[in-house]
């Protein structure tokens, strides 16, 4: 049987995947292509050069062996470097580089064309006119790791972010992307990061922005006509930190620019870190090429915190305002307010407001009206929890039958329905629902939604049940 490329190339990944972290073969195999094979040489496309030089480092023993393994003692490999230089020429460009050869990299320029010998840098945080090009890094300094506790739900977002800030634009989590509701501390520990850093690395540009703030500062540039400025002043950021980055969506422009802006910082080994209400795989009208990037390195969800790491936040809230308090009213505040971080610390700092200014002890019947007052005056946000609990009762099941494998029609309907709702009304990742919802993955949701929106539009008796659902969650 002749050898193709692309089966040389599909058999070494089966031995790579065999043989090193899932993680890691997702960020650094999973883009590359295989682009033709000539004799003993395999040409593969790599995104970039940094992504090319990160393969030489810390992977070439083991694409030798596997490439050895399908071709044979003199087997060589090819990197093709793919570059997008769409500024005035809209063709990709590509350097090849023999794996051997690593000091045959030429250096491309494949930036914007800039007038690099401007003494001047616009700097679009500060006020046109007043000669500054100092960068501040726009960095809240009460952010930091160590009033950023550790649980169940967040552990894998806070390593990583300890590991980025150890030796950032050095980790395979770049982009590191960190998702998940609102108030369970996204923005926190993105600024934690950049503190982090820039304490460790002084010399570090960092620069914290949201997506908002980006978006204006372009799209002023575009009305001053001077874009490359604005691009030029994002391209020098050692580390750039964008909060919620879904506020691009459907903005194609600020998504282009973006995406020139993000290349070139990753190419050059430079650090991005973006926080998002949602996972790359829910995010709307966003360019596909933007989410492939989004998905380079490592997506980190936080959940909402379980009812330990509650306790755990609020004594430590205590402690930093040096505020003493019951245990037991500290575990009822914990077990009564369970959405969110942000409405956890306001609930105990109304607490000690009504406490001072009334002259009243902290009491456990003190903290029940405080509770029932906040959570009556905050905007309930439904849990994936609640809406099983809701869904199993309209259908007289209890939860557990909801989540089991059975397959039986009237079960998996409701199933799917709670799936469907988890969706429309939490901000969760489609695989954090299913997760929550009877360990299934990600495509059982994504099948769960387009089954009920079909039999909506189909199935009249089926459709009630949408509507009486929605009228219970709505409430």
């Keep these: 049987m002749s050898m193709t490329a692309q089966s040389v190339w599909s058999n070494c990944l089966l031995f790579i995947k065999d043989n090193i972290q899932p993680q890691a073969y997702k960020t650094w195999f999973e883009p590359i292509v295989a682009v033709k094979l000539t004799d003993n040489a395999l040409s593969i496309q790599v995104p970039s050069k940094f992504f090319y030089e990160w393969l030489e480092e810390h992977y070439v023993k083991i694409l030798k062996v596997s490439l050895t393994k399908e071709l044979g003692e003199h087997a060589k490999l090819v990197y093709i470097i793919k570059m997008e230089n769409t500024y005035g020429n809209k063709q990709p460009f590509t350097e090849k580089i023999p794996s051997s050869n690593r000091g045959a990299l030429k250096s491309q320029d494949v930036d914007v064309p800039l007038n690099n010998k401007s003494p001047e840098l616009r700097n679009p945080f500060v006020i046109p006119g007043i000669r500054n090009v100092k960068i501040e890094s726009q960095l809240n300094p009460n952010y930091s790791f160590e009033n950023f506790l550790e649980g169940d739900s967040n552990r894998l977002a806070r390593s990583a972010g300890l590991a980025v800030a150890a030796k950032p634009g ?191 002890e902290i009491t456990l019947d003190l903290a029940r009206v405080i509770v029932e007052k906040f959570v009556k005056n905050t905007k309930r946000e439904v849990s994936i929890d609640y809406i099983q609990k809701v869904v199993s009762d309209y259908f007289q099941m209890d939860v557990d039958t909801l989540q089991s494998k059975t397959r039986k029609r009237h079960i998996v309907q409701a199933r799917q329905l709670a799936m469907f709702f988890a969706k429309k009304f939490t901000k969760a990742s489609l695989a954090s629902i299913g997760s929550q919802i009877g360990k299934r993955d990600h495509a059982t949701v994504l099948h769960a939604c387009k089954t009920v929106d079909n039999l909506s539009s189909t199935d009249k008796q089926f459709r009630k049940y949408v509507e009486d659902i929605t009228k219970k969650l709505s409430v």
């Design 170 to 360: 050095g980790t395979s989590f770049n982009p590191l992307l960190i998702f998940g509701g609102v108030g369970l501390g996204k923005t926190h520990l993105a600024h934690a990061i950049g503190v982090d850093i820039k304490d460790k690395y002084p010399e570090k540009t960092v620069l914290y922005i949201s997506a908002e703030k980006f978006t204006q500062q372009y799209i002023d540039s575009v009305k001053k006509n001077n874009r490359n400025d604005f691009i030029h002043f994002y391209q020098i950021i050692d580390v750039l930190i964008i909060d919620d980055v879904q506020f691009l969506s459907g903005k194609t422009g600020t998504q282009d620019v973006f995406f020139h802006i993000f290349n070139h910082l990753h190419q050059n080994g430079k650090q991005v870190i973006l926080t998002s209400d949602k996972a790359p795989v829910d995010m709307q009208d966003i360019e596909q090429r933007l989410l492939s990037r989004f998905k380079w390195g490592l997506s980190a969800e936080l959940q909402h915190p379980d009812f330990e790491t509650r306790v755990s936040i609020l004594k430590n809230k205590l402690y930093r305002d040096g505020v003493e308090m019951p245990d037991d009213i500290i575990e009822y505040v914990a077990k009564n307010i369970k959405t969110n971080v942000r409405e956890l610390e306001g609930a105990i700092i109304s607490l000690i407001a009504q406490s001072s200014f009334n002259k009243k």
